[in-house]
């Protein structure tokens, strides 16, 4: 059951290989043997969003890939990605209008949030409610985090 | 004291009240932003084990036989366990609570011994060096099951051909009945009896973070260290060390970042507690949490009432009277240590609540069946009771050919008959039903939307209004719990600190969710001491470390444990004048404490920095008058006595648009109108609301935990089960009314329950005023396209 293979990619910055279960998930990879455990663990089959990270420049759901597959791949997760400064405007945006509340989703509604931005720098409320709709908040309701979004897409954040 | 006692500084002087009342951004969130918390899961130990649960596939069946014998060979097993060898090690519980009277329950296992009574029900756990590892030693696991009746139905329950628990006589845990008597002459004289029965579904709480708990034992001082994802810290410490058998002293129990709690976090659960006992049996630190499949299986679940009201109403448009028949199933057991008495038991007090009527009637079951178990879920019996009271309200004023908001105003309890003491008992110090009416109104823009919802019916467009008034428990005293017998505190208490840097430190037992607590109680603290808040920690979570007290439940956060911060605040504000007078060798009343300084009171002229105030005080205590003691920490503690229960109201507005072909609502606003009195930080309470409003939502239009008739959950997963994701959900407009409690010198109230109270109602209200033309109306949660085409008679 535990087969067992080298795995060897780059995540924020360091390359790494580590000889894992072929079954382990990507989302698994990076907290339990990177110790990265800004990527959270909501539902594991896809729906909530709180795994996401970003592999080769695309965010996919950590618990919907395994980390074999990421084999040569560039991984960056809200650690790296926190510390290159790139989410910054987000996260302040974030911080101000309160657009987190238990911070368990945050780190892959940031993910999903920069990457609708990086694709469509002026969406407009239904555009970023609609790239949101695969990240699960239960604290907010959302406004705040669309605030947030529209505050940075208007150059304000 | 009220409000009259802010702003919050010494007498005299010329300030503001300080960062009462401002939006300021929570200072704790930072870390989160960079996915830098500290949620259980993400702990580190040295020999940490993990635990999966082998659960009931049936939903009521005896176990007839366990075979560990693969499941033990299998890589990475610690050990496998059944209840009788956790039993050994953890008491049972039986949850009931004496004010409650007649409520009944069975001893309820940490693991299932010889029955299973709910599908998902742990009846066994396996304990390995990976989580995946015990789950694959999970499937190894071979048992034999002899399959007992499931009673699903609560009517069949109710009858009672087939008792699930033969001990206690009947499947009835709780019921309850009141009369004010003269319900029957006032239906009798009524020009108009309205009655409808309505059904809520069952639903959860879906935190994104599953249930966690990482228990760790320590042999050599039996001790045992819990670091637990709860909303209730002491509570849980208190269980621990009871059912453990360890002194309570003994216990500490640690809440470091939690990932949602909801009220689901704050109950005891069996897999839970045989955690902390497999810890203490292998002598090593284990972790379990659960996964979002067992969640749907094992959180408490909330809800699931049909209720039948009827409403008596002169054609003037007065209300005369309610009549409740409620009847509710709460699962097989009754749920530690606060029963799964209590929401029906609010559904009685609350029905009927923001109106001037008289008389009242009410019956209410509450039924157990082989489900999984309910309990206390954000808002607790409100959304039931102000949907059901709202919906007959709206129906009234529909044959009464008035408008609802109109028929409101003439019921509404005048803001002026105060204190009032409401039919069912509960008493109101202070609220104010018609202002937040007519703020509501004139943010919403009442008449022109009615104009617009009127033009958009000609062109055959579906539009609907709803209106929800509410009343809502918040900041309970002792008679909640306490008085029953439960060991839950409902005071709390905050220990503040002045550093030597001239830094404060903020210890305080309400706990962390994310709310903002933290962010609020540094507001105060700054506040009260005079320092600005970047020089403000606060510290949460900690039975080892903060002050006894409840944490968080019920909307008590800011109303108690706010007030203990200010009281702490203000105490240490006076110790330190004391011992810049010393070192000033001046009038303590000339001197107060202004942006991290000592300053004269008069001139405001700065005579001592904070940081050399603390220098002093630690380090050259020696310089100060030989009989001069400085103290530099305070604690102070706050319990609400004067009420039961500190009422908040509030009133919100739904607007749909129904479209009759497919049954699909569209949310195109919603509106909040609150009275939480204090507001501490505007952001922070509108931010509540919305979050608690969508949860609202959720509950009338998508979520519900489905059961075949065999009592199999069938949507037990996030797939099947909806929550309101962005897309659909409205823009949600907060407006306040501030009427400060008179209790404390804070005044604040709760604000954590209005949106989830409000807006199942809201909504109802709305789409059936978008179908009245249609000739339609639905009265069963959630309002799904199917429910809402079968009431215009379009499916089967």
């Known amino acids: ?157 | 004291m009220g409000k009259a006692e802010l702003p919050l500084h010494a007498p005299g002087t010329q300030l503001d009240r300080g960062y009462i009342g401002q939006s300021v951004p929570r200072p704790n969130a930072q870390r989160l932003l960079q996915g830098r918390g500290a949620f259980t899961d993400d702990l580190r130990f040295p020999r940490l084990a993990h635990v999966a649960f082998f659960r009931s596939p049936y939903a009521h069946a005896k176990i007839r036989k366990l075979d560990f014998r693969h499941a033990l060979k299998s890589p990475g097993v610690v050990g496998v366990f059944d209840g009788r060898a956790v039993a050994e090690y953890c008491t049972p519980w039986v949850a009931v609570l004496g004010h409650l009277k007649g409520i009944k329950s069975p001893p309820q296992h940490a693991i299932a011994i010889e029955r299973a009574c709910w599908q998902g029900e742990a009846c066994a756990a396996v304990v390995a060096e990976s989580r995946s590892q015990a789950e694959d030693a999970v499937g190894l696991i071979e048992a034999e099951w002899e399959e007992l009746p499931a009673v699903v139905d609560m009517q069949e329950a109710l009858a009672g051909k087939y008792v699930i628990h033969p001990e206690l006589g009947d499947n009835v845990c709780f019921k309850r009945e009141l009369d004010t008597g003269g319900v029957d002459e006032a239906f009798a004289q009524a020009d108009v009896v309205v009655e409808e029965t309505y059904g809520f579904g069952r639903h959860t709480g879906v935190c994104n973070e599953g249930r966690a708990i990482l228990a760790d034992y320590n042999a050599g001082e039996h001790s045992l260290t819990v670091y637990h994802a709860t909303q209730a810290p002491h509570m849980m410490q208190d269980i621990f060390s009871r059912h453990l058998n360890i002194p309570e002293a003994s216990v500490r129990v640690i809440t470091k970042d939690v990932g949602g709690s909801f009220g689901i976090k704050v109950h005891v659960y069996p897999d839970e507690m045989a955690t902390a006992a497999l810890s203490v049996m292998l002598r090593r630190p284990v972790k379990f949490v659960a996964d979002r499949l067992e969640s749907f299986l094992s959180d408490i679940h909330a809800r699931e009432h049909k209720v039948t009201v009827r409403l008596a109403c002169t054609k003037a448009g007065e209300i005369l009277a309610f009549d409740l028949d409620d009847l509710t199933a709460i699962g097989p057991y009754s749920v530690y240590p606060r029963t799964s008495g209590i929401e029906g038991n609010q559904v009685v007090n609350l029905t009927g609540g923001p109106y001037k009527h008289q008389k009242y009637r009410a019956k209410m079951n509450v039924v157990f069946t082989n489900k999984n178990v309910t309990c206390q879920y954000r808002a607790v019996g409100h959304p039931i009771a102000v949907a059901l009271t709202e919906a007959i309200v709206d129906r009234a004023a529909l044959e009464l050919k008035m408008d609802p908001a109109e028929f409101r105003r003439k019921n509404l309890i005048p803001d002026d008959a105060y204190p009032y003491t409401f039919p069912s008992g509960i008493k109101f110090e202070q609220l104010s039903h018609h202002q937040v009416l007519q703020k509501l109104l004139d943010t919403m823009k009442y008449g022109e939307l009615r104009k617009e919802q009127e033009r958009l019916r000609a062109k055959r467009i579906w539009r609907g209004i709803g209106l929800a008034a509410m009343i809502e428990v918040t900041n309970p005293s002792p008679a909640f719990y306490g008085v029953g017998g439960a060991r839950i505190s409902a005071q709390d208490g905050a220990t503040l600190r002045l550093e030597p840097t001239g830094m404060v430190t903020v210890m305080c037992s309400v706990t962390e969710q994310g709310q903002g607590t933290e962010g609020i109680f540094a507001q105060i603290a700054a506040s009260a001491v005079g320092v600005t808040m970047d020089k403000v920690r606060v510290i949460t979570g900690d039975t080892g470390v903060t002050p006894y007290g409840g944490g968080t439940w019920a909307s008590r956060g800011a109303g108690i444990g706010g007030e203990a911060v200010l009281q702490a605040g203000r105490a240490l504000r006076s110790n330190m004048l004391d011992i810049a007078a010393a070192m000033l060798k001046l009038d303590k009343a000339e001197l107060d404490v202004r942006d991290n300084a000592v300053v004269h009171k008069l001139t405001q002229e700065e005579k001592l920095p904070l940081a050399e105030l603390g220098r002093v005080g630690y380090f050259r205590p020696d310089t100060l008058p030989m009989d001069f003691q400085a103290e530099l920490t305070v604690t102070r503690h706050y319990t609400p006595r004067q009420y039961g229960f500190t009422f908040t109201n509030g009133i919100q507005a739904s607007y749909v648009e129904v479209d009759p072909d497919t049954g699909f609502v569209k949310l195109l606003k919603h509106w909040c109108i609150e009275d939480a009195g204090t507001v501490i930080n505007p952001m922070l309470v509108d931010e509540q609301i919305r979050g608690g409003v969508v949860q609202g939502i959720g509950a009338a239009l998508f979520e519900e935990c489905l059961y075949g008739p065999d009592g199999q959950m069938l949507n037990a997963n996030m797939a099947d089960y909806l929550v309101p994701m962005a897309l659909e959900m409205p823009d949600i407009v907060c407006g306040h009314i501030e009427t400060p409690t008179k209790q404390s010198q804070l005044g604040a109230k709760g604000v954590g329950e209005a949106g989830t109270a409000g807006a199942p109602g809201a909504v109802m209200n709305a789409i059936n005023d978008a179908l009245a033309p249609l000739g339609a109306r639905v009265l069963t949660m959630p309002f799904t396209p199917e429910r809402i085409l079968r009431a215009l008679g379009k499916v089967a």
């Open chain 1, 1 to 157: 059951m535990d087969e067992t293979l080298d795995t060897t990619l780059n995540v924020n910055g360091t390359q790494v290989t580590r000889r894992i279960p072929a079954r382990m998930n990507l989302v698994d990879f990076l907290r339990d043997e990177l110790d990265l455990t800004g990527s959270h663990v909501g539902c594991e089959h896809g729906v909530c969003g709180a795994c996401t990270v970003r592999v080769d420049g695309e965010i996919v759901r950590g618990c919907l890939m395994l980390a074999v597959q990421a084999n040569g791949c560039k991984v960056e997760t809200i650690e790296g990605l926190s510390d290159s400064g790139e989410l910054k405007k987000l996260q302040k945006a974030f911080h101000d209008k309160n657009a987190l509340q238990c911070g368990f989703c945050t780190p892959g509604m940031l993910l999903a949030a920069q990457d609708l931005l990086k694709h469509n720098p002026k969406p407009d409320r239904e555009q970023i409610r609609a790239h949101l709709s695969g990240n699960y908040c239960r604290c907010t309701g959302y406004q705040a985090i669309v605030d947030a979004i529209e505050e940075v897409a208007n150059g304000k954040g």
